[in-house]
């Protein structure tokens, strides 16, 4: 099934995605998706999804139009987000190195999470801003020490993300100039405010699997110069493509960090960002880019300045 998160009257809600591309919003989902995992009632969404489902089968009719309801993250409050980096071994060979013998894992927050058509912050002295298309991995059962042979059994279900990343400060070379070193750790190159897209849609285990290959997809869309408008593909790769598989990442990071309902793992992203590009691509505001995983769904946002942005200083009394 396919269940979306949006804004509605009352607050955060989830609805089922039909056939006809519609949405009918579920009472057990009022209060959005993070509600459900947190207080244990994502059975009972699901439940009441398979049964609206039926109900509706294939009526064009049934719901609302997408198009007039306001996308929420799917995930909008993670407790944790695991990301995962050199999990795709034609990304790995692109940036000139060597495949890890483990996982490598860095953290993001939920302080970097925003939804479809929000956007993105360039901050104030990165000039090198990349995207990263992701499968995001949605936790839905308590994972501590979990064996690779019971992973899936902590599955939830998967979103899109969009793992932004300020290459100068990860310390890139392609990204340096001469004398930059980058800040030496990832906080701020991939932590940033608004550097988690996070796609409105959810797809549960039953409905997609990422190991028999679901196709992941970037696009940048130029907000200036001859090809603007124009949507140029980064990224295509496969899901069945990962070095360290779901089952495994999962086994590996709960030996140590226990995964609750509602945190995610960005399992990494496939080659082709901007940063190994001859010569680099780097996101400018005015751009625009998609995140795609075929059989989930997307996420787009614009790009825009910190200069553009109002900080807190701004919003004191005189």
Known sequence: MRLVAFLADDGPAVGLLTPAGRVVQLEAGRGGLDLALAEDGLPALLEEARAVAARVG??????????????LPAVEFPGKVVCVGLNYADHVKEGGRVAPGQPLLFGKFANAVIGDGEAIVRPEGTRA????????????????????????AHVAGYVVLNDVSARDWQGVPTALREGEHGDGQWLRAKGSDTFLPVGADFATPDDVDPAAGLRIRSW????????????????????????????????????????????????GTPAGVGAYREPPIFLEPGDRVRCQVDGIGTVENPVVDWSDVPGDEDDEPA
């Open 129 to 152: 801003l990349d995207l990263e298309v992701e499968l995001g991995v949605v936790i839905g059962r308590r994972a501590r020490r979990v064996d690779a042979s019971r992973a899936m």
């Open 220 to 267: 940048r869309i130029p907000g200036t110069g001859p090809e603007a408008g124009t949507a140029l593909q980064m990224q295509d790769g496969s899901t069945a493509n990962l070095i360290w598989t779901i089952p495994e990442l999962i086994e590996f990071i709960s030996r140590q960090v226990t995964l609750e309902p509602g945190d995610l793992i960005a399992t």
């Open 58 to 71: 294939e009526n064009p009719t049934a719901g609302e139009a997408r198009a007039d309801l306001a996308s």
